[in-house]
């Protein structure tokens, strides 16, 4: 009817002129399976939502691990700049300690090793649990590196192997949040969330109840695209 196809083409209207800022190929890539303009709009601004409510956890999990690695790999090695050692850090990394460097020097920072640390990236402490770390860094005296990086996991999570899955699959949820990539159709993301959490914990139990404070993942996820809908079309004027 008359009101029906007002409907459509005010969505295909509105979609229509957020092609040009956002793109029509990103903007296709929240189109469900036979879904409608106004299905596509609100998946995106949905997207956003979650991915801002997966900030704080993915945030945790990233600086905790990578304080946590620091911590232990200095006092063992009784040396802030450990990752300096091409007998330590594989060539794969060490290439990140150059650039991470290199960028410093380009910003005129001083290259103290907290700079050197923040500058590098997420993958960067996710590749040392890879396996060519396992005999040099993790295995000698029973694993004790690793049960100090991560003091409340417990043993069945205290295996190399698991750490590295479940922080592995951290990192590539965090580069897609982080490059404004699609979350919103990912199968089991609560699942997920609730592992970050549970890594998190594994390295720092109080840092875990902080997050949980202002953690709206939960709240976001099962009912944040109804209220995107609502929103949208409260704003365009539709029933």
Same mark, same amino acid.
């Given at each position: 009817?008359?009101?029906?196809? =007002?409907?459509?083409?005010?969505?295909?209207?509105?979609?229509? %002129?957020?092609?040009?800022?956002?793109?029509?190929?990103?903007?296709?890539?929240?189109?469900?399976?036979?879904?409608?303009?106004?299905?596509?709009?609100?998946?995106?601004?949905?997207?956003?939502?979650?991915? =801002?409510?997966?900030?704080?956890?993915?945030?945790?999990? &990233?600086?905790?691990?990578?304080?946590?690695?620091?911590?232990?790999?200095?006092?063992?090695?009784?040396?802030?700049?450990?990752?300096?050692?091409?007998?330590?850090? &594989?060539?794969?990394?060490?290439?990140?300690?150059?650039?991470?460097? =290199?960028?410093?020097?380009?910003? &005129?920072?001083? =290259?103290?090793?907290?700079?050197?640390?923040?500058?590098?990236?997420?993958?960067? /402490?996710?590749?040392?649990?890879?396996?060519?770390?396992?005999?040099k860094i993790w295995a000698p005296n029973?694993?004790?590196?690793?049960?100090?990086?991560?003091?409340?996991?417990?043993?069945?999570?205290?295996?190399?192997?698991?750490?590295?899955?479940?922080?592995?699959?951290?990192?590539?949820?965090?580069?897609?949040?982080?490059?404004?990539?699609?979350? /919103?159709?990912?199968?089991?993301?609560?699942?997920?969330?609730?592992?970050?959490?549970?890594?998190?914990?594994?390295?720092?139990?109080? %840092? %875990?109840?902080?997050?949980?404070?202002?953690?709206?993942?939960?709240?976001?996820? /099962?009912?944040?695209?109804?209220?995107?809908?609502?929103?949208?079309?409260?704003?365009?004027?539709?029933?």
């Amino acid at each position: 009817d008359k009101s029906c196809r =007002e409907y459509v083409h005010v969505a295909t209207d509105y979609i229509g %002129k957020l092609r040009l800022p956002i793109s029509p190929e990103r903007l296709e890539s929240y189109r469900p399976a036979a879904g409608t303009d106004l299905d596509t709009v609100v998946n995106y601004f949905w997207n956003l939502c979650l991915c =801002e409510a997966l900030y704080p956890s993915l945030n945790a999990a &990233e600086i905790s691990l990578r304080n946590s690695i620091h911590t232990a790999l200095s006092s063992h090695y009784q040396n802030d700049y450990w990752f300096d050692d091409e007998n330590v850090v &594989e060539s794969r990394q060490y290439q990140q300690v150059l650039k991470a460097r =290199e960028t410093l020097r380009h910003r &005129e920072k001083e =290259e103290t090793a907290g700079r050197i640390v923040a500058e590098l990236t997420f993958g960067f /402490w996710v590749g040392l649990l890879n396996r060519p770390y396992e005999a040099k860094i993790w295995a000698p005296n029973g694993y004790d590196l690793l049960r100090k990086v991560f003091p409340h996991a417990p043993r069945r999570a205290r295996k190399l192997k698991f750490l590295r899955d479940r922080f592995y699959e951290i990192n590539l949820l965090r580069n897609r949040v982080f490059h404004y990539e699609p979350v /919103w159709n990912r199968p089991q993301l609560d699942q997920t969330h609730s592992q970050i959490l549970e890594a998190i914990g594994w390295i720092s139990p109080e %840092k %875990k109840a902080a997050i949980a404070l202002f953690d709206r993942f939960p709240e976001v996820h /099962w009912s944040g695209r109804a209220k995107v809908e609502a929103e949208l079309k409260k704003y365009l004027g539709l029933p």
